[in-house]
């Protein structure tokens, strides 16, 4: 029982996902104190209130604080539009950097042109509808 642990514990894929936990966690911290020390305070300026956690409702006598959820919206939004520029876009441009001179693979299959299936690129008959197909060029 403990050799089956240990080798679960020592899977790459086991440590490559704590990692991502732990470092996403770190980043989560980092952009909740980019959306309260400048997002939220920016938007302060411009519309006037950063904080609706005073905004409530009452209907015979039960107290609805939707600023409270107003506010997790707000949150929500800037976090989004954190993560999208300051991480999304980046790693995208730096992606597309890398793979800029690269040739794509070539194809290892094509469609039927009876029933639309995938089927290896060498095949001379579809293995699904057992049309005859061209081929490379089909």
Do not use: W
Not at 14 to 33: E, K, R
Not at 72 to 98: E, Q
Not at 99 to 125: F, N, V, W, Y
């Amino acid at each position: 029982m403990r050799s089956g642990f240990r080798e679960f514990i020592l899977r790459g894929n086991v440590v490559d996902m704590a990692v991502g936990v732990v470092i996403g966690a770190a980043f989560g911290g980092v952009v909740t104190g980019l959306t309260k020390a400048f997002l939220t305070p920016l938007i302060a300026v411009i519309v006037g209130k950063p904080d609706y956690s005073s905004l409530k409702f009452t209907i015979r006598g039960t107290e609805f604080p939707v600023g409270d959820f107003i506010n997790a919206c707000v949150s929500f939004i800037l976090i989004a539009a954190a993560v999208y520029f300051f991480v999304v876009l980046p790693v995208n441009a730096l992606i597309a950097r890398m793979h800029r001179g690269e040739k794509p693979p070539d194809p290892t299959t094509k469609q039927c042109p009876e029933c639309l299936s995938e089927i290896p690129i060498e095949a001379r008959r579809c293995s699904h509808c057992t049309q005859p197909v061209m081929g490379r060029a089909a």
